[in-house]
């Protein structure tokens, strides 16, 4: 089956199985997914750290992770101009590739995580890590759910969003490397291992 197949039927099938319950939770879980959303997740924690640990690092690294994954996919949106699927009771707007809720989802959320858990214990670091995925896919499953995307939109989401997250983790690594930093210094060393278990 090729991918646009596998996109339609997909769609069909969604479309096929809805039921009111799961719809109300999806349209609720698809906001966090949201761009004005994750905009004041990532400000509120960066800015909690200037306040609470005089750093400016965490709020730098938070804001070029999620904004840049974002920009990112605003590009290819505008690029790629990828019909979305047939209008199905959700009204959107723009291209459909790559989903900018998911790729939003899969940076803010992860680069929160990484952030809150640097310096902890393995084990809540798996956690943090854990749930920033978990959350990253329920907004990509409801982007299908709902309608408005196709499935390979959403992969293709999760991979930028993922994918710059790692290369901004191992750029904030090699900097403090390179400099001698030591502020922020459990931040790299975290996102880069738990990138990589991720």
Known sequence: ???????????????????????????AVTHLGNAKWLAWLVVGVGFAYVVLRRSFRPLLFLVVAAGGAGLIAHVLKVAIGRHRPPPSGVVVHGASFPSGHATGAAAAFGAVALVVVAGRSPATRRAGWALAVTIALAVAFSRVYLGVHWLTDVIGGLALGWGWLFAVSRAESRLLRHTGGVEGGHLAQDAGRGLEQG
Do not use: Q
């Open 1 to 27: 089956m090729t991918l646009a197949g596998l996109d339609a039927s997909v769609e069909r099938f969604m479309v096929d199985h809805r039921v009111a319950w799961l719809t109300t939770a999806m349209r």
